[in-house]
């Protein structure tokens, strides 16, 4: 206990939280997590702690993963770095052709960043340049939806403004054109899932017919709005989107990042809709979660467009110093392996229905308002009559002093757990939850 405090001493002295009011974090006494195996996070008590959220939607294949580990070491040991740019390496040839075989439709050409937003970035500068290089430069604009989250650099809080996230920068950025959000808990029509005809498909048809001559793309996230609360929502949607892009001349971006890699019960989320983006932003599970590694993911039709001729300068003036970099490469083919070998999509199938059938019983617990789940996605809302985000931050409090970490976003409490979590430790997960909701709940 002691150690403990002399580290959160250190910690609050030096280390800038993400995401985290300082003033709060200064007051609590947050945990310091020194292990994690398989599900687990360790502290530096010895306390174990069920990571219910995937340490933000990574850990794909739990902590510890024997074979992405000894893939780590062993790159590790052979080549650290060597530059892209006008020349390769082996590890990262065998990664893209891992990608493109598991890749939708004809998304084979890879292009490597690091973190999630850098690989947005890299896909919208890629979708203006396209348009540019086929001779159509004013179609230089971007259509997301409302919430939508794609990164905290400049040009992605532009495409995915959220006020409380982003409001101090709102003076700087280049806002998007935004579409209605398919928000199922309040849906503007009155529809239940089971009667859906997705009117609020109406909103992103307006905007994309309307201003088709100057959009390069749509960006979102398929089927789940994550950080804006967890907004599930039918792949029908993207189908359409598909079919409206495709008449109106408009590139498709699906931003894969938090749903791809098995977390919406098939390897890609685009796959729940039977369509095929123009290009599909990959990351957090890309590596299984061990090691920041990014992608974009293009068809063929968008990277012949970047040939150069005897005239024209088409390359693409865009990377990074670890563009590619040989060990976290590694650690992607390792992890690539293990969901393959694994039959991780097969454990994903059972936890989906531990998860939806747990959902749909935690909606009649009073306080309640809403709750769904989707693959290994769940989450419900807490009433604003019953104490909204602040009765949801004190159900967080007591399911981490049971042994379960999870983390609120505003009002709505979630669950994602890693995708090789065994039955009795999501029945664990599930009846912490559970307990946590009754014991704070009305």
């Not at 891992?98 to 999630?116: C, F, H, M, N, Q």
């Not at 992890?335 to 747990?358: F, G, P, T």
């Not at 009073?366 to 989707?374: D, E, H, R």
Request: net charge negative; hydrophobic share 35%.
């Amino acid at each position: 206990m002691i150690r403990t405090e002399t580290l959160r001493k250190k910690d609050i002295s030096h280390f800038w939280h993400p995401y985290t009011d300082i003033s709060s974090l200064e007051q609590s006494r947050f945990p310091v997590i020194e292990e994690a195996e398989g599900v687990y996070l360790i502290d530096t008590d010895g306390h174990r702690m069920l990571d219910g959220i995937s340490s933000w939607w990574c850990m794909n294949l739990g902590h510890s993963q024997r074979d992405i580990i000894e893939a780590i070491r062993k790159q590790s040991g052979m080549l650290q770095n060597s530059i892209t740019g006008g020349m390769s390496h082996t590890k990262i040839i065998q990664l893209s052709e891992k990608i493109a075989e598991i890749a939708p439709g004809d998304l084979t050409r890879v292009y490597y960043a690091s973190d999630g937003a850098c690989s947005v970035e890299a896909a919208m500068r890629i979708s203006i340049q396209y348009w540019w290089n086929k001779g159509r430069p004013g179609k230089k604009r971007m259509i997301s939806l409302s919430g939508g989250y794609h990164g905290d650099t400049l040009g992605c809080v532009g495409l995915g403004y959220i006020s409380r996230f982003h409001e101090s920068v709102e003076h700087v950025i280049n806002k998007s054109i935004t579409a209605e959000s398919p928000h199922c808990f309040h849906c503007r029509y009155k529809r239940k899932p089971e009667d859906c005809e997705l009117e609020c498909f109406n909103s992103m048809k307006k905007a994309v017919t309307e201003n088709s001559g100057s959009i390069a793309a749509v960006i979102v996230e398929p089927v789940c709005q994550g950080a804006v609360g967890m907004r599930i929502y039918p792949p029908g949607y993207i189908a359409k989107l598909r079919k409206l892009c495709d008449e109106n001349d408009v590139l498709l971006i699906l931003d894969e990042i938090a749903v791809g890699f098995g977390r919406s019960g098939r390897m890609f989320a685009s796959e729940l809709a039977g369509i095929v983006p123009d290009m599909m932003c990959i990351g957090k599970g890309l590596t299984g979660g061990t090691l920041p590694m990014s992608a974009v993911v293009a068809s063929d039709k968008i990277y012949d467009a970047f040939r150069s001729d005897v005239e024209t300068d088409r390359t693409f003036y865009h990377g990074h110093t670890y563009c590619g970099n040989p060990i976290a490469a590694a650690a992607a083919c390792a992890a690539i392996d293990v969901y393959e070998r694994d039959k991780v999509l097969e454990n994903v199938e059972m936890l989906s229905k531990m998860l939806s059938e747990a959902f749909k019983r935690f909606r009649n617990i009073p306080g309640v308002y809403g709750s769904t789940a989707l693959g290994c996605m769940s989450s419900l809302e807490i009433s604003e009559e019953n104490g909204g985000s602040g009765k949801a931050l004190e159900i967080d409090e007591t399911s981490r002093r049971k042994g379960l970490f999870i983390r609120p976003l505003g009002p709505v409490l979630y669950l994602w757990p890693p995708l090789v979590t065994g039955k009795m430790d999501m029945e664990k997960m599930l009846r912490i939850f559970e307990d946590s909701l009754i014991e704070n709940l009305p």
